[in-house]
């Protein structure tokens, strides 16, 4: 495997390497284009805790985020549904 794929691999999988982060991309999965607001609030998370969670989630690759207006909105990415769906396997 070359270096760069290696590197790749590894930003992708510390992204999702914390509980909270999993439990963000689940519910990216169920409340698709959603805000930071709805999620910290969804989650019962401090809105700052939230913030910085997606912004190491959209580093990983694993969410994308868009605005309108004054709000931030975020989908999980292709690699995102990835690590969630293998999240979900675990048993």
């Known amino acids: 495997m070359n270096e760069k794929i290696v590197k790749r ?3 992708v999988l510390k ?3 914390n509980k909270n982060r999993l439990r963000i991309l689940s519910f990216i ?3 698709n284009n959603t805000s930071v607001w709805a999620i910290s609030q ?16 959209e580093k990983a690759g694993l ?6 207006g004054l709000e931030v ?9 990835k690590i969630l769906e293998f999240v979900k396997n675990i048993k």
Do not use: D, M
């Open 9 to 11: 691999a590894e930003r």
């Open 15 to 17: 992204g999702g390497a």
């Open 29 to 31: 999965a169920r409340e």
């Open 42 to 57: 969804g989650l019962k998370i401090n809105f700052a805790n939230a913030s910085q969670h997606l912004l190491r989630l």
């Open 63 to 68: 969410v994308q985020k868009h605005r309108s």
């Open 73 to 81: 909105f975020h989908e999980l990415t292709p690699y995102g549904e």
